[in-house]
């Protein structure tokens, strides 16, 4: 969103996390969580990120939505 740049860093063995240049912030954020869990945590609101765009209730990939 608005020029934000992701990326993905290898820690060592299966462990990659997130980093991202934030452009309205003009920072780095890291993240010390894998990918996986990381992406859980934005989509279920635990790990709150007010950079990243907002997400549905539910998603039309979810069983009953």
């Known amino acids: 969103m608005d020029?934000?740049?992701?990326?993905?860093?290898?820690?060592?063995?299966s462990h990659w996390t997130v980093s991202?240049?934030?452009r309205d912030w003009a920072d780095w954020y890291?993240?010390?969580e894998?990918?996986?869990d990381w992406l859980v945590g934005v989509f279920t609101g635990r790990v709150a990120q007010d950079w990243?765009?907002?997400w549905l209730t539910a998603h039309w990939?979810?069983?009953?939505a």
């Open 3 to 13: 020029g934000n740049k992701f990326f993905l860093e290898h820690r060592g063995g």
């Open 30 to 32: 890291e993240s010390d």
């Open 34 to 36: 894998t990918l996986i």
């Open 61 to 64: 990939f979810e069983v009953g």
């Open 20 to 22: 991202t240049f934030r």
């Open 52 to 54: 990243m765009p907002e």
